[in-house]
């Protein structure tokens, strides 16, 4: 059940202000204003702080926040204080690409688990991981409490890996697969597609 | 300057809607009603007929909607009607993954350009494409009309490619590197991090 009606947009934002933040802090700001955030995410700073006050009371009126606080207090609003472990099945090129991302590991989301059908790539490692054949998924995924799986195989592969997913229950599913997955309402599931972002560019072009 | 002002969630679920009208169109469904469509891509129907409506009626009610004509006013107000022509620059393996990326060539989105500062990888091909060397980026770029380009370089070569783009004169950047990017604000820019993704699961599933 959810607490609050948060809108996703701000969801996103608070993710992105998060990165911000934290790339400040290590350069050594210790106090920032929502003008700066702001500016340094590309929105109105307006919109940083009603996005912050759905969650609480941050910052000292004409003051500012503390980098350091306030990012900890993000990432506490995004469950992201505790580390997520991941599987990743299929390592196609994009699967391969997820594998390395630097962007998970900096932020606590941890693959332990890749897993592919392909004999060839079965036994061989990606960042130190093992690759597992996709017949050991079940008790891999539930024996290392993974709770985020990531689906980057083919389309005509994806719904049964949900469906292995959900057995070996996980809490969510990302799918870049380009099909729509049936999976139970209880789990958390997104789908990404790739193109999304150029279409929207598309749109906004059009009325530039 | 824009025309109208629709929120950039309603143009993310537009393209949501096109691409199940285009699967419906294919297996002979003629006739669609918002309740089917809401269905197909998981949001309410109130929320379909509210983004349609921004551009004008296209249903008859109590009838649905002409799946067809439906879907070629949506990639009309896309801009998805006519092709784009695409560069991409980085041929890691996100790179890869975006340059055999399915999704784009279905939408018009088409690849036409792929460029690598690796020697190892100048002269190779990807799905047809040659890799060119970086150094005839902006020469090549102007000359086949590219109007998007796509950074998936590094962080630290994403800078120095968007002038480049900028230079060319491409009219929109997607970027995948992990930094923010300056560029001339009549340059569309989208920057896309993997990880927001996990973050908004992270969120959510906080409050299952």
Avoid: H
């Avoid at 290590?26 to 340094?40: C, F, H």
């Avoid at 910052?59 to 469950?79: A, D, P």
């Avoid at 597609?193 to 749109?203: I, P, R």
């Amino acid at each position: 059940m959810k607490i609050l009606k948060v809108p996703e947009s701000t969801i996103v934002r608070l993710s992105m202000y998060s990165r911000y933040l934290t790339k400040k802090y290590r350069i050594g700001i210790k106090q920032i204003s929502s003008d700066d955030i702001a500016e340094g995410v590309g929105v109105k700073s307006p919109v940083v702080r009603k996005d912050l006050a759905y969650f609480g009371e941050f910052g000292i009126r004409g003051v500012g926040y503390n980098t350091l606080s306030l990012n900890n207090n993000i990432l506490k609003i995004l469950n992201l204080d505790l580390e997520w472990n991941i599987a990743l099945v299929g390592l196609g090129s994009l699967g391969r690409a997820l594998a390395s991302y630097e962007g998970f590991i900096k932020r606590k989301l941890i693959i332990k688990n890749i897993f592919d059908n392909d004999p060839k790539k079965v036994g061989t490692k990606i960042n130190g991981i093992e690759v597992l054949s996709t017949e050991c998924m079940e008790n891999e995924i539930w024996k290392n409490r993974i709770s985020i799986g990531i689906i980057s195989t083919p389309a005509f592969a994806a719904q049964e890996t949900a469906n292995s997913f959900v057995k070996a229950k996980v809490k969510a599913i990302l799918n870049f697969a380009p099909i729509a997955l049936n999976v139970p309402s209880y789990i958390e599931i997104r789908n990404v597609d790739l193109s999304v972002n150029l279409e929207v560019m598309s749109f906004n072009m059009s009325y530039k």
